[in-house]
């Protein structure tokens, strides 16, 4: 039966390529932000189940167990509910939303009995501006208005009434500032809504129309999935981790949300409660080369093209040329607050909305965003003059601040250290800044640059490796291990089978993997300025593969991998974080982990055929022409 605050894993997600709903196992949408991703929830119920809000659709009057699943290929999400007396399913979706930015969405839930009979309720009760707006309900002959200051949202009845013998088989009533529908339903029968927003009115849809918008749904999802060129070993979970990431993408931009939500813990109970709705630099920029192996170029295209836009207008300040994240328009205002009324899922506050995270400097970023403009270069996407002007400006910067402390990936709020990834990564922003300015003969300041580029390579192996430890460390100065550098190899700064790289790989075995589980790094050893824990990183743990894969760990790294996949939720889909017990733990689902999974899956396939080393053919085998 229902839960007050289901399992973090318990949900799918449903979306339109603007915005994106989750849906819980007992039918459930308990989190929806409108009219996209970074705008405030309509439904909230996921972070305070009294004040949140929710729109629910289950059976009542009897015992049921639900199980889930999407429809084949599609973002289509149908969550079944089992009784004595009969089957039913819940089938969601959004229509996708491919063109400009729009307020109007919608969202699509048929109820459908397909043996049996069974009665089903369905209740919607809005909570506009993360609860703090008041609305008021308009009730319509065929659905209702729910008005707020900002924002209407429009319910339309499906078909015509369901009458059994001379009666009607549902009934509507009020409740408070939302509607309640109870309806029982024989096999072969189906009804349903359509959620809009927008301010238009209330209207019964026709059966054919919800047919249609159903049909062009799976239509575009199919097609979009068979765009893809993987054809390896783990094709459906590398399927469904695509979709997702696709679901994470604000089409009017081609910028993808770190999550769609806010407020979910990194710990039941503590304050590692962030706010994923925004674009990363660094997690878009690893997109490309997920995209890029799929052969997806338009998508990677749409990034590289959004990248440069965020290069053009250097608001950086503390954080250099480039901020570590933006709204999905681009827009940089990102200030976070605290929204006290909320409880926090599983009373896990605060919740936060914006991040203070983002005028941090990490340093990192100016190697992700390199990497991928080199890639993006590789298969086609060529910088124009004004955009490589740009970044020879933002890479003079790096050679005249590589050396200053910084943040670091993981945002932590202990104070800026000289962090060894973001080192090693403005090394890579340099390198790549060299092979694009020599591949096209682009003016540069070559001696420089490469002049830099070398001292931050002898840096790192003076002050970034402990000789004790064995390993390369978090940052100067310190003898704590850190997952982020399990990137060293696949980016070129140092070879596999480097006996530096071994030591270091044996290392990370030894303190920060659990059975296949890595962590980042450890906060009683390297404090990090928040109270509490964290599972283990479910990125980490895919980087993990990669490492043992290119270092002649084959045998290990599939049973690594394939460990990992026993970690997804019954769709498939992954948060950020892993607890000892497996549960899913931070911001679901999370683009991070999925990412990883796709990268990981398309390495490793390349080199259980081929060996260990090089993957580089990975991507030249994933050119397509679109």
Same mark, same amino acid.
């Given at each position: 039966?229902?839960?007050?605050?289901?399992?973090?894993?318990?949900?799918?997600?449903?979306?339109?390529?603007?915005?994106?709903?989750?849906?819980?196992?007992?039918?459930?949408?308990?989190?929806?932000?409108?009219?996209?991703?970074?705008? !405030?929830?309509?439904?909230?119920?996921?972070?305070? &189940?009294?004040?949140?809000?929710?729109?629910?659709?289950?059976?009542?009057?009897?015992?049921?167990?639900?199980?889930?699943?999407?429809?084949?290929?599609?973002?289509?999400?149908?969550?079944?509910?089992?009784?004595?007396?009969?089957?039913?399913?819940?089938?969601?979706?959004?229509?996708?939303?491919?063109?400009?930015?729009?307020?109007?969405? @919608?969202?699509?839930?048929?109820?459908?009995?397909?043996?049996?009979?069974?009665?089903?309720?369905?209740?919607?009760?809005?909570?506009?501006?993360?609860?703090?707006?008041?609305?008021?309900? @308009?009730?319509?002959?065929?659905?209702?208005?729910?008005?707020?200051?900002?924002?209407?949202?429009?319910?339309?009845?499906?078909?015509?009434?369901?009458?059994?013998?001379?009666?009607?088989?549902?009934?509507? +009533?009020?409740?408070?500032?939302?509607?309640?529908?109870?309806?029982?339903?024989?096999?072969?029968?189906?009804?349903?809504?359509?959620?809009?927003?927008?301010? @238009?009115?209330?209207?019964?849809?026709?059966?054919?129309?919800?047919?249609?918008?159903?049909?062009?749904? %799976?239509?575009?999802?199919?097609?979009?999935?068979?765009?893809?060129?993987?054809?390896?070993?783990?094709?459906?979970?590398?399927?469904?981790?695509?979709?997702?990431?696709?679901?994470?993408?604000?089409?009017?931009?081609?910028?993808?949300?770190?999550?769609?939500?806010?407020?979910?813990?990194?710990?039941?109970?503590?304050?590692?409660?962030?706010?994923?709705?925004?674009?990363?630099?660094?997690?878009?920029?690893?997109?490309?080369?997920?995209?890029?192996?799929?052969?997806?170029?338009?998508?990677?295209?749409?990034?590289?093209?959004?990248?440069?836009?965020?290069?053009?207008? /250097?608001?950086?300040?503390? /954080?250099?040329?480039?901020?570590?994240?933006?709204? @999905?328009?681009?827009?940089?205002?990102?200030?976070?607050?605290?929204?006290?009324?909320?409880?926090?899922?599983?009373?896990?506050?605060?919740?936060?909305?914006?991040?203070?995270?983002?005028?941090?400097?990490?340093?990192?970023?100016?190697?992700?965003?390199?990497?991928?403009?080199?890639?993006?270069?590789?298969?086609?996407?060529?910088?124009?003059?004004?955009?490589?002007?740009?970044?020879?400006?933002?890479?003079?910067?790096?050679?005249?601040?590589?050396?200053?402390?910084?943040?670091?990936?993981?945002?932590?709020?202990?104070?800026?250290?000289?962090?060894?990834?973001?080192?090693?990564?403005?090394?890579?922003?340099?390198?790549?800044?060299?092979?694009?300015? %020599? &591949?096209?003969?682009?003016?540069?300041?070559?001696?420089?640059?490469?002049?830099?580029?070398?001292?931050?390579?002898?840096?790192?192996?003076?002050?970034?490796?402990?000789?004790?430890?064995?390993?390369?460390?978090?940052?100067?100065?310190?003898?704590?291990?850190? &997952?982020?550098?399990?990137?060293?190899?696949?980016?070129?700064?140092?070879?596999?089978?480097? !006996?530096?790289?071994?030591?270091?790989?044996?290392?990370?075995?030894?303190?920060?993997?659990?059975?296949?589980?890595?962590?980042?790094?450890? !906060?009683?050893?390297?404090?990090?300025?928040?109270?509490?824990? +964290?599972?283990?990183?479910?990125?980490?743990?895919?980087?993990?593969?990669?490492?043992?894969?290119? /270092?002649?760990?084959?045998? +290990?790294?599939?049973?690594?991998?394939?460990?990992?996949?026993?970690?997804?939720? =019954?769709?498939?889909?992954?948060? +950020?974080?892993?607890?000892?017990?497996?549960?899913?733990?931070?911001?679901?689902?999370?683009?991070?982990? =999925?990412?990883?999974?796709?990268?990981?899956?398309?390495?490793?396939?390349?080199?259980?055929?081929?060996? /260990?080393?090089?993957?580089?053919?990975?991507?030249?085998?994933?050119?397509?022409?679109?």
């Amino acid at each position: 039966m229902a839960k007050r605050y289901p399992d973090i894993s318990d949900h799918g997600l449903i979306g339109d390529l603007q915005t994106a709903a989750l849906v819980s196992t007992d039918g459930t949408i308990d989190w929806f932000c409108c009219p996209r991703f970074d705008a !405030p929830s309509v439904f909230g119920s996921l972070v305070d &189940a009294d004040r949140g809000g929710y729109f629910r659709v289950r059976p009542v009057g009897m015992e049921y167990v639900t199980r889930q699943l999407y429809l084949p290929d599609t973002a289509i999400l149908i969550t079944r509910f089992l009784t004595d007396a009969g089957v039913g399913e819940v089938i969601d979706f959004m229509p996708v939303a491919e063109g400009p930015a729009t307020d109007r969405h @919608v969202i699509v839930r048929m109820v459908r009995v397909v043996r049996g009979e069974m009665t089903f309720e369905g209740e919607i009760q809005p909570r506009f501006d993360y609860g703090r707006a008041p609305h008021r309900l @308009v009730p319509a002959g065929v659905g209702a208005k729910f008005v707020s200051d900002d924002l209407t949202l429009t319910l339309h009845r499906v078909g015509d009434p369901i009458l059994h013998g001379d009666e009607r088989a549902g009934r509507v +009533e009020v409740v408070g500032d939302g509607i309640r529908v109870t309806i029982t339903l024989r096999a072969g029968e189906l009804t349903g809504v359509m959620l809009e927003s927008g301010d @238009v009115e209330p209207r019964q849809v026709g059966e054919d129309e919800l047919v249609e918008t159903f049909l062009e749904a %799976r239509r575009f999802w199919r097609e979009w999935n068979d765009r893809s060129t993987y054809t390896g070993r783990w094709r459906e979970m590398v399927s469904r981790s695509a979709i997702t990431l696709k679901l994470m993408t604000y089409a009017p931009t081609g910028a993808l949300v770190a999550a769609p939500t806010t407020g979910l813990p990194e710990q039941v109970g503590g304050e590692r409660n962030w706010d994923y709705r925004y674009t990363w630099i660094r997690d878009a920029s690893f997109s490309v080369y997920a995209l890029v192996s799929l052969g997806y170029s338009r998508e990677a295209e749409a990034f590289v093209s959004w990248l440069l836009d965020r290069i053009h207008e /250097s608001v950086g300040t503390d /954080s250099g040329p480039l901020k570590i994240m933006y709204r @999905v328009d681009g827009s940089s205002d990102l200030a976070e607050t605290v929204l006290d009324h909320l409880s926090g899922y599983r009373r896990s506050a605060p919740v936060r909305v914006g991040n203070g995270a983002a005028d941090q400097l990490q340093l990192d970023i100016y190697g992700e965003a390199m990497d991928s403009i080199h890639l993006a270069d590789t298969h086609g996407v060529e910088l124009p003059h004004a955009g490589w002007m740009k970044v020879r400006e933002m890479l003079d910067w790096l050679c005249d601040h590589w050396d200053t402390p910084e943040e670091g990936i993981w945002e932590t709020r202990g104070g800026p250290q000289r962090f060894t990834y973001g080192r090693f990564m403005s090394w890579v922003a340099l390198d790549r800044g060299i092979r694009l300015a %020599r &591949a096209h003969g682009r003016p540069a300041s070559l001696t420089r640059w490469t002049h830099e580029r070398d001292r931050i390579y002898e840096r790192i192996m003076e002050a970034g490796f402990d000789p004790e430890l064995r390993a390369f460390v978090q940052h100067e100065g310190s003898d704590v291990l850190d &997952a982020s550098l399990l990137r060293m190899p696949l980016m070129g700064f140092v070879t596999p089978r480097d !006996p530096l790289w071994m030591s270091t790989l044996d290392a990370i075995d030894d303190q920060l993997v659990s059975d296949s589980l890595v962590y980042r790094y450890d !906060p009683a050893a390297s404090p990090d300025g928040l109270t509490g824990g +964290e599972g283990t990183f479910t990125l980490c743990s895919f980087w993990y593969v990669d490492a043992l894969a290119r /270092s002649g760990r084959l045998d +290990e790294a599939r049973l690594v991998f394939e460990k990992m996949l026993t970690y997804a939720n =019954h769709l498939g889909l992954y948060a +950020e974080e892993i607890g000892l017990t497996g549960e899913q733990l931070g911001n679901f689902p999370q683009a991070f982990s =999925h990412l990883a999974l796709i990268d990981a899956a398309v390495n490793l396939d390349y080199q259980l055929d081929h060996g /260990s080393g090089d993957v580089g053919p990975v991507l030249r085998r994933g050119r397509r022409i679109d």
